[in-house]
């Protein structure tokens, strides 16, 4: 695939299901798309980058959840080696997941 390939950026409602931290520090996260009755894109995998900041949801929580499908081949900008590189595979990488707030005696609260 040539530079030219757009990597596909998606925000969904959502809830984290499951997750599991692999032995090289990426996390994969198991999303329910609560935007869809489609079998075909109900349940997100996802994976976070080991040098990703930011804590990981808690279970069962709604909130909405950017995303982005990688293709192999893309390029992309390297900070650790300063340099341009490519994706060697194709996967969905987590961005970020922002919780809905709770609304609790008239009382909004995160």
Known sequence: MSDSV???????????LEYLEDVNGYIILVFENLDSDDWTNKYIMCVR????????PE??????????????????????LDKQDTY???????????????KVDNVITL
């Open 49 to 56: 980058y080991p040098n990703w900041e930011g804590s990981i």
């Open 59 to 80: 279970k069962n929580v709604v909130g909405f959840l950017q995303f982005t499908y990688i293709y192999a081949g893309t390029s992309y900008y390297n900070r650790m």
């Open 88 to 102: 060697q595979f194709s996967h969905v990488r987590f961005d970020k997941f922002l919780p809905l707030k709770k």
């Open 6 to 16: 757009v990597n596909d950026q998606i925000i969904i409602r959502a809830k984290l």
